[in-house]
């Protein structure tokens, strides 16, 4: 069965702090992995990963995909109380999207 | 640019009633998809439409129906609502399949009661 699975589920830091989401999969035919990022409404889109190693990086927030061990990671430096909001990751599989539960991350001032 | 808009925002149904969420993108793409999100559980496929003319089940169908009425218009019907599907429904939409990059609506608050 396809899935995709990640850790934490939920993680609180201060601002300044350091975060790592963790995201691994089991994705028949993979093509690629996609994170987003959701505050109060829409689901909006942060990177797109199709190959191994090449790290995607959007100002303080960066990603890396490893394809042999089955995971990405979301790097967020630098906190800020603007971050906190749940992080989802999703496998393309089949022209669709499977979505992991999501990681919910509440930055304190 | 107004993306995906979905209506109604928020809606609340007794055990039974029917109704139809709207969903109409606005960039041209070709692939839409609904979605059900529940605390915990991230977003699960409810029904895709891969084209205009074509919609297939996802991981969660029962209980709903869909249609694709043109290219920018996907909705979602439920014929006989259940408690069990108060939950928070996003239409999204890609240019296609293959480059799966899906934008999102607003999302459509339901409560059955």
């Known amino acids: 069965e396809d899935k995709v699975v990640q850790s934490p589920l939920s993680l609180v830091v201060h601002e300044g702090d350091t975060v790592t989401l963790n995201c691994s999969y089991e994705v028949t035919n993979f093509r690629s992995l996609l994170w987003y990022k959701q505050e109060k409404k829409a689901p909006t889109f942060l990177f797109m990963l199709?190959?191994?190693?090449i790290e995607k990086k959007s100002g303080r927030l960066s990603s890396i995909l490893d394809k042999k061990e089955l995971f990405s990671i979301l790097n967020i430096t630098a906190t800020q109380t603007g971050d906190s909001a749940i992080y989802l990751c999703?496998?393309?599989?089949?022209?669709?999207?499977?979505f992991g539960q999501g990681t919910e991350l509440s930055v304190k001032p | 640019n107004a993306g995906v808009t979905q209506t109604p925002k928020f809606q609340v149904l007794k055990t039974g009633q029917s109704m139809t969420l709207q969903c109409a993108q606005d960039?041209?793409?070709?692939?839409m998809y609904w979605y059900r999100q529940d605390p915990g559980m991230g977003l699960r496929l409810i029904y895709y439409s891969a084209s205009e003319g074509t919609t297939d089940k996802g991981e969660v169908p029962n209980g709903y129906n869909v249609s694709r009425l043109n290219k920018r218009e996907f909705s979602l019907r439920l014929e006989s609502a259940a408690p069990s599907q108060t939950s928070v429904y996003f239409c999204?939409?890609?240019?296609?399949?293959?480059?799966?990059?899906?934008?999102f609506g607003a999302g459509t608050r339901l409560s059955v009661l």
């Open positions: 199709t190959s191994s190693g």
């Open positions: 960039m041209n793409h070709n692939s």
């Open positions: 999703a496998g393309v599989w089949g022209g669709k999207l499977i």
């Open positions: 999204a939409s890609s240019i296609s399949g293959g480059v799966n990059i899906q934008y």
